[in-house]
């Protein structure tokens, strides 16, 4: 299976400040015959279901703000927010697609400083 | 609109059986595989099983092998999860989810869950 290792476990951002969040995936999430990372993140706040906020590793779903940005490519990956509001506050996870079974990351918790 | 909705969770002793259920709308159904995800009180998330667009891949979670089956009805827009022998472990919050085609396993959207209690 492919375990993907999300760091911190939480962080603390004032706002206005950007966050940023990592995840590693222990092989590679990029298939290469159609050279796209098979990676989602998702945003889940108390009570809700997650909301998927990134697809194909840097791809921004419709509506999401774009103070959310993903990158990276292979094992490394980023979610970045540029300037934390209020409402981001939430756990973030990242996903792969590409084997199975599909996993997720533990979940990295984010609030307000 | 997407709209998923489960239904069918409760509470139920050990080693009993639960089916859930979800019926969807708002999008052409069989042009997507459909899946399971769980999450346990206060942890992560699991995925529990996949099932592609015409029921012909299926996966499982080793933590539910054996003891669960997916399965979907095209023409009624439903998703179903039979699930035997529970144990305590399988108490959680259940999510009906689609994927993003027909073999596409990216998660685009969720239902509200449902909750599964397994205790005497």
């Known amino acids: ?113 | 609109e997407v709209q998923l909705v489960e239904s069918g969770g409760g509470l139920v002793q050990p080693g009993r059986s639960l089916r859930l259920s979800c019926t969807a709308s708002g999008f052409k159904y069989d042009d997507y595989a459909m899946q399971w995800v769980r999450q346990a009180p206060g942890k992560g998330l699991e995925w529990v099983s996949s099932i592609n667009w015409n029921s012909g891949r299926i996966a499982y979670a080793d933590s539910v092998k054996g003891r669960f089956t997916i399965s979907r009805d095209n023409a009624k827009k439903s998703l179903f999860l039979q699930m035997n022998s529970l144990r305590p472990e399988d108490t959680a919050l259940y999510y009906c989810v689609r994927g993003c085609g027909g073999e596409c396993y990216l998660v685009d959207r969720w239902g509200q869950g449902i909750l599964v209690t397994v205790s005497s």
């Open chain 1, 1 to 113: 299976d492919i375990v993907m290792t999300q760091s911190p476990d939480s962080l603390a951002v004032s706002l206005g400040e950007r966050a940023t969040i990592n995840c590693k995936s222990s092989q590679s999430v990029l298939y290469s015959s159609n050279n796209k990372n098979f990676l989602g993140w998702y945003q889940q706040k108390p009570g809700q279901p997650p909301k998927l906020l990134i697809s194909w590793a840097s791809s921004r779903e419709s509506g999401v703000p774009d103070r959310f940005s993903g990158s990276g490519s292979g094992t490394d990956f980023t979610l970045t927010i540029s300037s934390l509001q209020a409402e981001d506050v939430a756990v973030y996870y990242c996903h792969q697609y590409y084997g199975t079974p599909p996993t997720f990351g533990q979940g990295t918790k984010v609030e307000i400083k």
